[in-house]
C-alpha cells in the first residue's frame, strides 16, 4: 500500500507544531523564567539590506525573591535571515548591573547560587542564566550572568555585586543576606 503524499505533509506539520511547544516550554525557556524582563531599548550595530539588523538590547528585571533590587543587562541579537526565523544562535557576550532600588526585603530562603533567571539562547542547546548569592561576610548580595551550552560552556560572564543598606526613613535596620541562605 502507498502512503497517501498529502497525510506525510501533515504529519511532518504536526511533529513541528508538538516540537514547537516542547521547545517553548523545556526548562531554561522564557517559559520558566520568573518574570519576562522589560525592554528598556535596542540599538542596530550592524546594518543589513534586506533583513533585520544585528542588535544591542538591554532588559531590566526584578529579582523575585528579594524586594528592592534591579538587575539590568544588555544582550547581542542577531539579525538576517536566522535571526528574523529565530533560529540564530546568539553569542554570549552579556553585561550585567544590579542595584538597590528601595528597601531589601527577603521572601525566603535560597540557595547560594541559585538561579534568579535564565533564557534560552538558541533553537536548542545554549541558555543565558542570572544567578544569585550572597558574600555573608560583606553583606552583599552577588549576581553572576553566564550562558552555557549543553556540551561546551561558555566562560564569558559578567558580575555585579548588591550592598544591602538602610533606605530611606526607616529605623535604620538591614537585613542580613546570610541569614536567608541554606
Known amino acids: 500500500m502507498t502512503p497517501k503524499v498529502g497525510n506525510s505533509n501533515h504529519t511532518i506539520w504536526k511533529a513541528f507544531g508538538l516540537l514547537v511547544l516542547v521547545l517553548?516550554?523545556?526548562?531554561?525557556?522564557?517559559?520558566f523564567s520568573a518574570d519576562e524582563p522589560d525592554l528598556i531599548f535596542r540599538r542596530s550595530t550592524v546594518f543589513k539590506w534586506l533583513t533585520p539588523n544585528d542588535k544591542l538590547a538591554t532588559y531590566g528585571l526584578d529579582d523575585p525573591e528579594v524586594e528592592g533590587v534591579a538587575c539590568h543587562f544588555t544582550v547581542p541579537e542577531r539579525g538576517g535571515v536566522k535571526g528574523w526565523l529565530g533560529v540564530a544562535e546568539e553569542v554570549s557576550d552579556i553585561s550585567l548591573a544590579c542595584r538597590q532600588i528601595g528597601p531589601i526585603h527577603f521572601k525566603g530562603k535560597s540557595e547560594q547560587g541559585e538561579d534568579m533567571f535564565r533564557q534560552r539562547r538558541s533553537l536548542f542547546f545554549k541558555k543565558m542564566q542570572i544567578v544569585r548569592g550572597c558574600d555573608a561576610?560583606?553583606?552583599?548580595?552577588?549576581?553572576?550572568?553566564?550562558?552555557?551550552r549543553l556540551i561546551e560552556g561558555s566562560p564569558k560572564n559578567s558580575t555585579s555585586s548588591v550592598p544591602i543598606m538602610p533606605w530611606g526613613a526607616a529605623d535604620g535596620t538591614v537585613q542580613k543576606c546570610g541569614e536567608f541562605i541554606h
Do not use: E, T
Request: no cysteine; glycine share 4%; net charge positive.
Open 24 to 31: 517553548s516550554l523545556w526548562p531554561g525557556s522564557a517559559a
Open 137 to 148: 561576610k560583606r553583606n552583599v548580595l552577588v549576581y553572576m550572568v553566564y550562558s552555557d
